[in-house]
């Protein structure tokens, strides 16, 4: 703009010293004058502008095809420009996710080499103290031996766990759907876990007697895996004489949810969005006591994801918490039948 009004100025003084032209036809020449060298050169600044933003571009379009599409690019500057911001906003987003992936990574990392170090370390204790001398002694040798052996069966728990985490994330776990019972799986699970429960005098529970059964299509050994793994969860944070209830419920026409409640200590609020992350523990120290791989609803989420599902939370710390998710019914399933509660 400066550089037009200067020349301008200069062509109308000149013309108005050579040629006596009056103030009223300088004044037009001067502003045909303005206007045209105005476009001219806004013309040639945009043109030479596009043609190195337009090289920056299609050089960028080498690196990254998926993302820009230079067919879609015209001369129009407007275009190219919202082009290249619309690129520059995926781009800024790409590298905020690459920053979070890189924040978890190592925060993975620690929380691995964590969970390992400490059973490694225990075994590796007991075995310096047999080679010490105390493998002499066969009430300790056989003592330490135990311990030993407990420390490589926490070990093997954690890598198996990991081992099914990354087969599910990669599809290489597949499930084998069928046929089955819920009711008589989650009655399976509190048989298994009764003693556990009993250490802790924690009462599992139906909501309700279930005469008939209630059938779903799923893999059973899987979703077997989910409720154990959730009611071992309640039992871990459940209060001493506290209750572990399962319902059983009809959602919509072809899908029922399973409820795992409890009456524990439940989670604070900023917890709860980070629950089913590997290794994270709400209460670090209070919650390796219990032992575990830390992984059990990490499994639980990707298991029911597997299965196309939805699973959900819901938690008032100091109340209690309740683990939920969704699955397929079949076609022989039937209603359940209330006839009040049992143990």
Known sequence: MYITIFLTL??????????????????IFSCACYIFSFLIIQYRVEHFIYKRVKKIYDN????????????????????????????????????ETLK???????EFMGNVSHELKTPLFTVQ?????????????KTVRKKYLQRANKGVERLIYIVKDLDMITKLETGDLHLVMENFNIVELVQNSFDLLEMKAAKKNITLTFDMDYEDPVWVYADRERIQQVITNLVVNSIKYGKKGGTTEISVENLIRNKVIVRVTDNGEGIEKANISRL?????????????????????L???KHIIE???????????????????????KSKTSTRPRVKGKSS
């Open 10 to 27: 200069l062509m109308g003084v000149f013309l108005f010293l050579t040629a006596e032209l009056q103030w009223l036809p300088l004044l």
């Open 60 to 95: 960028v379009t080498l690196l990254d095809a998926t993302t820009l599409r230079p067919s879609q690019i015209t001369t129009d500057m407007a275009t190219l420009t919202r082009e290249v911001e619309k690129f520059a906003e995926g781009k800024k987003l790409e590298i």
């Open 100 to 106: 979070i992936r890189e924040t978890y990574r190592k």
């Open 125 to 137: 204790g007991y075995i310096l103290t047999l080679l010490d001398g105390a493998l002499k002694d």
């Open 276 to 296: 089913f992350e590997r290794f994270y523990r709400v209460d670090k120290s209070g919650s390796r006591k219990e032992g575990g791989s830390g992984l059990g």
């Open 298 to 300: 990490s499994i639980v």
């Open 306 to 328: 597997a299965h196309s599902e939805k699973i959900y939370v819901e938690s008032v710390f100091g109340v209690g918490s309740e683990f939920s998710f969704t699955l397929e």
